[in-house]
């Protein structure tokens, strides 16, 4: 019975968000900002609608480099709400085409100044990573992106896809690792306490002379730190 509340509850919450964050949108279309005045929109009220205590210990996010790319591990779309807590200023964030058909959060998705890939077309993708390229050059803004490209439904991390790391390294800007705990596992929203969710980030990653060649390494090396954070985090809650 909770469970049921609690998802109108979110159902009620999420047409809200969305209207106050397209009127935002549209009072300042696309101010590169808006991502994460709308990530705070969507996240404080539905933490206090789960129930889910989050401790985020994010200070190389918060002190991160005016331009970077920031990569995540992508568990649910719970993951809107959990990391909507944390997404720092002028921070924008790419999705797939398909978001801008969900009423709402679609067009506040495309309002915010984030950026609408189409996966399907190879010469269209293309184009609109040369223009995140030119974002993290010239104008003082960092990119969000969920490498794995699926949700992995708190398992083991999927294999990256290059984007991300193509970006950092023709952009030369860092690569900043975020890691959430493997909430989605043990999130009981059938109870008042719903769970624990852990957040950290890592140390920036520079890629300052490094070529597309070096880019499997740079993978490898982001996805293992990853997941010892994660497996660090997930850890610490079972020990708690």
Same mark, same amino acid.
């Given at each position: !019975? ?9 159902g009620l ?5 969305g /209207?106050?964050? /397209? ?5 300042r ?5 808006n ?8 996240a404080l009220?539905? !933490?206090?609608i ?9 200070s190389?996010?918060?002190n991160?480099?005016?331009s970077?790319?920031i990569i =995540?591990?992508?568990?649910s ?9 944390v997404?720092p200023?002028?921070t924008?964030?790419?999705?797939k085409k ?8 679609g067009q506040?998705?495309w309002?915010?100044?984030?950026v609408?890939?189409?996966?399907g077309?190879a010469h ?8 995140t390229?030119?974002t993290?050059?010239?104008e ?6 969920f490498?794995?490209?699926?949700r992995n439904?708190?398992? +083991?991390?999927?294999?990256?896809k290059?984007?991300a790391f193509?970006?950092?390294?023709? =952009?030369? /800007?860092?690569?900043?690792? /975020?890691?959430?705990?493997s909430?989605v596992?043990? !999130? ?6 719903s769970?624990?969710?852990l ?7 520079? %890629? %300052?002379?490094?070529?597309m060649? +070096? !880019?499997p390494?740079?993978?490898e ?8 954070c994660? =497996?660090?985090?997930?850890?610490q809650?079972?020990a708690a």
């Open positions: !019975m909770l469970f049921v509340f609690r998802m109108l509850l979110m919450h999420f047409v809200l968000a /209207v106050l964050g /397209v009127i935002v949108g549209l009072c279309p696309f101010n590169p900002d991502s994460r005045l709308c990530a705070r929109l969507y009220p539905a !933490m206090y789960l129930r889910l205590r989050v401790k985020a210990e994010v190389g996010l918060i991160k480099p005016d970077c790319v =995540a591990n992508h568990q779309n719970y993951d809107l709400f959990v990391f909507g807590n997404v200023r002028r924008v964030c790419i999705g398909s978001l801008k058909w969900v009423p709402l959060f506040l998705f309002l915010a100044g984030n609408l890939i189409d996966r077309n269209k993708a293309r184009q609109s990573m040369l223009t390229t030119h993290l050059q010239n003082d803004t960092s990119i969000w992106v490498p794995e490209g699926t439904l708190g398992e +083991d991390l999927l294999p990256f290059k984007g193509q970006m950092a390294i023709a =952009a030369g /800007v860092p690569i900043v690792p /975020v890691c959430v705990s909430y596992k043990h !999130m009981r929203l059938n109870r008042w306490q769970g624990d969710v957040i950290r980030s890592l140390p920036s990653i520079p %890629t %300052t002379g490094l070529t060649d +070096d !880019m390494m740079l993978i090396r982001c996805r293992e730190q990853m997941r010892e994660i =497996a660090s985090m997930d850890r809650l079972q």
